[in-house]
């Protein structure tokens, strides 16, 4: 069966059955490719299987502006085990043999740029994306990828941060469809020990000025941080470097690998049950 002919649960659905069920959503993330391609396909097949809602799969690139050391170890990993943008979409394409969940390309647009921004789009929904999230591109220089977008029925995803002046994040939200990624923290993606009370102001803040589902991503790093944006009236929350830790640390044993990736996910969608 090829992507086009699976159904893949919308966005729009998937919040709503875990609202019906008083849960937020956990949508944990990988660079596709990391450590190699096998491998970090047994590990998304651990997410599905302890309670992941949608994935955020994403393609290496050398020069991730907007990410941690975590991030960009694991981008390296990937890219030595020879993973392409093409080797990411047959990433994407083994992945909708057995899950539907909502899956949401993380790249720069540089990528988008050296493959065509109309064959990237067009090749994401052929290959069962349900959206992308360039990090790097503003929506004043978005035209192109919006374009495409609506074209191939790709949602567009933006991101706000508590820079966001409130005219803008309004400008955002008319621009973006899916959701809209809100930031947890200022500065590089990364594990946090502590999530500060302006995420949860900022949370807020979104909710007042836009209708699209909140989630929140960067420093997102243990279930009660997890637990705190969803009470706080996120729709979800996307955890990376923390999961991404795991892999580093674990490179040697892959069983054991994917047993802590697989116990600490478990526990991630614990926390998003509605207190």
Do not use: W
Request: net charge negative; aromatic share 8%.
């Amino acid at each position: 069966m090829s992507p086009r002919e699976i159904e893949v649960e919308s966005y729009d659905e998937m919040f709503q059955r875990v609202k019906n069920k008083k849960e937020g959503a956990f949508i944990p993330f990988i660079v596709a490719g990391d450590p190699d391609f096998e491998t970090s396909l047994e590990i998304v097949k651990a997410y599905v299987e302890n309670g992941a809602d949608g994935l955020e799969i994403g393609f290496a690139f050398s020069d991730p502006v907007a990410d941690g050391p975590t991030v960009q170890s694991a981008d390296l990993r990937a890219l030595n085990s020879g993973i392409t943008t093409q080797k990411g979409f047959e990433f994407i394409r083994k992945i909708r043999e057995f899950t539907s969940i909502p899956i949401g390309l993380l790249v720069y647009y540089n990528l988008i740029y050296q493959m065509g921004v109309d064959e990237f789009y067009k090749t994401a929904k052929e290959s069962g994306v349900n959206a992308i999230l360039a990090a790097d591109l503003p929506p004043e220089e978005a035209q192109d990828a919006v374009v495409a977008s609506e074209k191939y029925g790709v949602q567009q995803i933006f991101m706000v941060a508590q820079t966001t002046s409130n005219e803008r994040l309004e400008k955002i939200s008319k621009m973006c469809n899916g959701f809209l990624y809100v930031v947890a923290v200022m500065g590089v993606t990364g594990a946090r020990k502590d999530l500060k009370i302006s995420t949860v102001e900022l949370v807020e803040r979104v909710k007042t000025h836009s209708d699209l589902p909140i989630v929140v991503g960067f420093g997102i790093s243990k279930p009660e941080h997890v637990q705190n944006v969803i009470n706080s009236g996120a729709d979800g929350a996307i955890v990376a470097s923390a999961i991404l830790d795991l892999i580093t640390e674990n490179l040697q044993d892959k069983e054991v690998m994917l047993d802590k990736i697989s116990s600490f996910c478990h526990e991630l969608k614990t926390a998003t049950i509605k207190q």
